[in-house]
């Protein structure tokens, strides 16, 4: 997907480009509002990440201008300030949703996947291996034509596999992907979602391999 | 604050002794001008009809073959009873020899040639009398002669006529007090009614309508008003000040944390050591603790703010809780959490929203935060004519019993807490904003003992 | 005669000091008593019926009833001293003249405020009767004849027909009687006819009297024509001689004598005679006025249409013929008329 960053602090805009392209995403920084009004016109963004607090001015400026420009752009807003001032009202200027700084990138994820659900997103982003069509927006799994309903780890295990096939993911890495960190789980816990995630997509000739003391790839049979 | 305030006097009292006091000393001024007046012109009257009555007999004098005669006209006696009905005297005297009337009625001497009338007051026959004299000198045998005639009058019936006077006087001069009375009551209220307008327009305003006040008021007030918007302004800016500060606080601690935890996420992803790993957890969970911690006490710092001078204005509970429910879902998601949602309608309510929705979700967020994988939280929201009530159910064992009464001071946190992430503040916040509203907070388990029921309690609008 | 007089008081009453002539003398009620003493110019008769209903709710009270001429009740009061309580005068200028000269108390009641204003002289002199200066005329003498109704009518019968009143008319004495003064004088003021009509009546040699009921008997009588100025209450009351004499009140204007209560500054029982004062006006001035009240005059039937009745006023003006020079002339100036030989 295509994010725009629009975030004056350089080391936290950083890392989270850092994270965000770990994940595959293409993403554009912006620092400030007159540069991320030069990038929405000259790009197609899936979403857009805007910090409230700017150099040159207050990000709501630029959401309202976004909106009057009639774009439909889906916007979450990164605050800083506390939640309960009424000063943000964010969602009125049409931001889609907010989240507060620090934040989980679990979290991230998942208000940007409910988002971007919730404005229908675009077909394309569907992936497909062997007889398993996935669309990451809305969260369907299909295997061999039969729709099969999945959890939210499941389906968030199955997008880590799918974002790199063969690739061999440990189980530590797993269980920092899926639990959240204040969280003691143990890594034997990842097998039970694996588990799941294997009956799920039985019959689609795509299987997720132990690779004995690695981890789990997954591949097609 | 009122009980402090010292009341001396009213300026409404003061101005309207002061108005009626001054009506008293006209009235009474009024009253002895009109008495004097009317006693001198009684008197003068008196005076005149007396005189006219001497003239009278003076013109009815003959001279016949040297002898002086009177021949005494009707009129002269009857246009006295005319004035009142009072005792009548007359005396006709040539030189020291009286020719009729009353031989008795002290005449007063005529001083040589003499001429004129002249009046004097004199007892009489055991009464004041008021006497007019008039003088005419003849001349006989060569000798000139004063012809001296008074009249003189008893003056019951001017006294009587006097005090019916005086007291038409004292009528006037009461009612001339009495109106005077009414008009200050009147002059007092309508001049301070600008002060209770103000007043009343002040403390009728919101707890954070912090405009000027900028309707016309009398110039007397604008020193006050004047006085009391720069107040305002000073007030306001020092609100703004303290929000400004908390927003900066917040912004000024949490972008750092952003960073650092960003940070140590993606190094997280970048490392296999595993003494490196759990040492970047642990850090990972420090920062969220510290940054959670903070976010509660600026939270609570803006509640508190906010419900020190609470600003009540209609809102749907239901709604409001809707909302909440549906932006917390993904979070209750990636914990495979089931959050469900029980309502029948609207709840009308009036309130501060910003508080009512902070508190629900810090009381959404523990339950979120503390719910095993996997489970069911649910938020009910049921009311009647009396009360709103806002329930949220989890299935995450329970608080101890013996912990039940401590749970919502400030930064005590349940056991069963342990291991999570979390200041303690929540359930301090959601129970500060119940209070503000008028309501309360119960902490309670569920009956099975697998969970915690908490409640919020609002007042019906 | 007032020497005499004196002596015949002496010998008569020796305790009460009373040096001038009686005409009558009564005595109502109980002898051991307090005593009213009233004197009065009217006949003790008409009062009587009013002295007994006086005394009738008064047990312990008696009446002593003097009757004198108007001069002489003056003289009596203002000269000698007589002890009295209350006098009851129609000489009007002469009450006027005692309250003036302080020689009454005031009196106020409850039943004071039923007369009429003019009626009360500064609450010391008190009206109790109006009473008509009327013409009386013999039936006989106007037989067939229109009586004249008017002092014009009267002026122009007498002159056309000298010889037949010649002896034949008579009026008041003003010299003797006070009353005949007051209504002479209030005559004289009121109209030019007045000084007229006395010569005419000098001229046809008037005959004079001293009281209004010698004068009525003589017209009764036959003995003259016609009276002039008598008092109509008393002819009135004289229903005997109806058939003979005829009441006529001069249609011009016709003076009304109000017979007047005073009590006196030393009145030994103020409150007996302020009580009577108070029978008198609640006899005279209740609507209707009392069955035993005497002088019902001027009757509504016996006013003559377009009569126009003129209460003499009580005040001060009554005492300008009192004057010494103004009564001095006024007599010389009737005398001349009256007395043409």
């Known amino acids: 997907m295509r994010f725009l960053l629009v975030e004056d602090n350089l080391s936290l805009a950083a890392a989270i480009l850092d994270r965000l392209r770990l994940d595959g995403h293409v993403v554009d920084h912006a620092e400030n509002i007159s540069v991320a009004e030069e990038f929405v016109v000259t790009a197609d963004y899936d979403l857009i990440l805007l910090d409230i607090m700017l150099p040159d001015g207050d990000g709501r400026t630029f959401l309202k201008t976004q909106r009057d420009h009639l774009s439909e752009t889906p916007v979450i807003v990164l605050t800083a300030r506390s939640e309960v001032s009424d000063r943000v009202g964010v969602l009125d200027l049409g931001a889609d949703d907010y989240l507060t700084k620090p934040f989980d990138f679990a979290e991230l994820e998942a208000r940007c996947r409910a988002v971007l659900r919730r404005r229908g997103g675009r077909p394309s982003n569907q992936k497909r291996i062997g007889a398993l069509i996935f669309d990451p927006l809305s969260g369907v799994l299909e295997v061999a034509g039969v729709d099969v309903p999945l959890r939210n780890k499941e389906l968030r295990l199955l997008e880590i596999f799918l974002a790199a096939p063969d690739q061999i993911f440990s189980k530590a890495r797993l269980v920092d992907r899926l639990f959240s960190y204040d969280e003691e789980v143990s890594e034997n816990a990842i097998e039970v979602y694996v588990a799941r995630l294997r009956k799920k997509i039985s019959g689609s000739g795509v299987e997720i391999q132990t690779v004995r003391g690695l981890g789990y790839r997954m591949r097609t049979q | ?461 | 005669m007032r020497l005499s007089a004196l002596s015949l008081c002496l010998t008569l009453w020796a305790a009460v000091a009373c040096a001038f002539e009686v005409e009558e003398h009564a005595r109502f009620g109980p002898a051991e008593a307090r005593v009213l003493r009233i004197l009065s110019t009217t006949d003790i008769d008409i009062l009587r019926p009013l002295i007994d209903s006086f005394l009738r709710s008064r047990p312990g009270v008696a009446v002593d009833y003097t009757a004198a001429s108007s001069a002489q009740v003056m003289q009596g009061i203002v000269t000698e001293n007589a002890r009295f309580d209350l006098v009851l005068s129609s000489a009007m200028d002469l009450q006027i003249k005692l309250a003036n000269d302080g020689f009454t108390r005031p009196h106020r009641s409850a039943w004071t405020p039923l007369v009429p204003d003019w009626g009360n002289w500064r609450d010391h002199v008190f009206a109790f009767s109006q009473e008509t200066a009327s013409v009386v005329l013999s039936r006989a003498a106007f037989a067939g004849e229109e009586p004249p109704r008017t002092r014009q009518d009267l002026i122009d019968l007498l002159r056309r027909d000298p010889e037949r009143f010649q002896g034949r008319v008579g009026t008041y004495d003003v010299t003797v009687s006070g009353l005949g003064y007051l209504f002479a004088t209030q005559d004289a003021r009121t109209a030019e006819s007045y000084w007229r009509l006395m010569e005419v009546l000098g001229g046809l040699q008037v005959r004079l009297y001293c009281c209004s009921g010698e004068m009525i008997e003589a017209v009764a009588e036959g003995r003259i024509d016609l009276a002039y100025n008598v008092l109509g209450s008393y002819a009135r009351a004289r229903t005997d001689l109806a058939e003979r004499i005829l009441v006529v009140e001069p249609e011009e204007y016709t003076n009304m004598m109000m017979r007047t209560a005073v009590i006196l500054g030393e009145a030994a029982e103020p409150d007996l005679a302020g009580a009577f004062v108070d029978h008198l006006i609640a006899a005279a001035w209740s609507d209707p006025p009392a069955p035993d009240y005497p002088f019902l005059d001027p009757p509504e039937t016996a006013r003559p249409v377009g009569a126009s009745l003129r209460p003499i006023a009580l005040g001060p003006g009554l005492l300008v013929f009192l004057d010494r020079l103004k009564r001095q002339r006024f007599l010389e100036e009737w005398r001349n008329a009256v007395q043409q030989q």
């Open chain 2, 1 to 461: 604050m009122s009980d402090s305030l010292r009341i001396s006097g009213s300026i409404r009292r003061r101005l309207t002794i002061q108005l009626v006091g001054s009506a008293a000393v006209l009235a009474t001024l009024l009253f002895l001008i009109v008495q004097t007046f009317t006693r001198d012109l009684a008197e003068e009257t008196h005076d005149r009809i007396l005189l006219a009555s001497a003239t009278s007999i003076m013109d009815a004098i003959s001279v016949r073959a040297g002898d002086v005669t009177v021949d005494l006209p009707y009129a002269a006696l009857s246009m006295l009873s005319n004035v009142s009905d009072d005792r009548v005297f007359y005396r006709v005297m040539l030189g020291a020899e009286t020719l009729t009337g009353y031989d008795d009625l002290p005449v007063p001497e005529p001083g040589s040639r003499e001429t004129g009338a002249r009046f004097d007051t004199l007892v009489y026959k055991g009464e004041t009398v008021r006497m007019a004299t008039t003088v005419r000198w003849l001349s006989r045998n060569g000798v000139s002669t004063p012809l001296i005639i008074s009249v003189a009058q008893t003056r019951t019936g001017q006294t009587e006529r006097l005090a019916a006077l005086t007291r038409t006087a004292l009528l006037l001069g009461a009612g001339f007090f009495a109106v005077a009375v009414l008009l200050a009551v009147w002059t007092a209220q309508s001049s301070i009614r600008p002060l209770r307008q103000l007043a009343g327009m002040v403390s009728r305003r919101g707890p954070t309508d912090l405009r000027p006040v900028t309707r016309p008021v009398p110039a007397e007030m604008a020193p006050l008003v004047r006085s009391l918007n720069s107040f305002i302004d000073r007030l306001g800016l020092s609100l703004s000040r303290s929000e400004d500060f908390i927003a900066e606080a917040a912004h000024r601690v949490r972008t750092p944390l952003a960073t650092v935890r960003t940070q140590a996420e993606n190094t997280l992803h970048r490392i296999e050591r595993p003494e490196n790993r759990t040492a970047l957890r642990e850090m990972i969970r420090a920062i969220d603790e510290s940054s959670r911690a903070a976010g509660q006490l600026l939270d609570h710092a803006m509640v508190s703010f906010r419900t020190d001078s609470l600003e009540r204005k209609p809102f749907d509970l239901a709604e409001l809780t809707a909302e909440l429910v549906n932006r917390l879902r993904p979070v209750a998601d990636l914990k495979d959490i089931d959050l469900e949602l029980e309502m029948t309608g609207a709840h009308a309510m009036a309130g501060d929203p910003i508080l009512v929705q902070n508190a629900v979700r810090n009381l959404l967020d523990n339950a979120i935060k503390y719910a095993p994988e996997e489970t069911r939280i649910t938020v009910s929201v049921r009311g009647d004519a009396a009360a709103h009530t806002l329930c949220i159910r989890d299935a995450a064992g329970g608080f101890p019993e013996d912990e039940m009464g401590s749970l919502t001071e400030r930064f005590v946190r349940g056991r069963n807490a342990e291991g999570t992430v979390g200041s303690g503040l929540g359930l301090t916040i959601a129970r500060e904003v119940a209070e503000a509203h008028g309501g309360r907070l119960e902490i309670a388990n569920t009956k099975d003992g697998t969970g915690a029921c908490v409640c919020l309690h609002f007042p019906s609008a």
